[in-house]
């Protein structure tokens, strides 16, 4: 499955963002997947992820005012960013794997990999 994330962009604190991630080759119907965030000079976070069953997941950082969701129909699933904040500032990335993840937030679980897109937050 090829993975292309959109829907970054420059806001302001407090706005909200669509971030999309369009999978193709494959249905995203059987995989979990997640999204990952990377500020310079930091590790790669986890943000949220949804199972192939639904189950969503959530970093504590990110409860409340983001919101994973899965359109089969249209082969993509969608992160909803409302109340931005500065520290939200990152590249973030769609992952995907086959199946359950038995461990939704850890990276090295999830092998297909979108390209990134950058979301900045200004105060």
């Known amino acids: 499955v090829q993975l292309q994330a959109s829907g970054g962009g420059l806001v302001q604190a407090g706005d909200s963002l669509r971030l999309s991630c369009a999978a193709s080759g494959r249905s995203l119907g059987r995989y979990s997947v997640a999204w990952f965030r990377q500020a310079p000079g930091k590790v790669r976070d986890f943000v949220a992820a949804?199972?192939?069953?639904?189950?969503?997941n959530y970093a504590e950082s990110v409860k409340g005012r983001f919101t994973i969701s899965r359109d089969i129909a249209q082969n993509r699933v969608e992160l909803q960013l409302n109340r931005l904040k500065v520290e939200d500032t990152a590249i973030y990335y769609c992952?995907?794997?086959?199946?359950?993840?038995?461990?939704?937030?850890?990276?090295?679980?999830?092998?297909?990999w979108g390209q990134g897109t950058q979301v900045t937050v200004s105060s």
């Open positions: 949804i199972s192939w069953r639904g189950a969503t």
């Open positions: 992952a995907a794997d086959p199946g359950e993840a038995g461990r939704p937030g850890w990276a090295p679980g999830y092998n297909y």
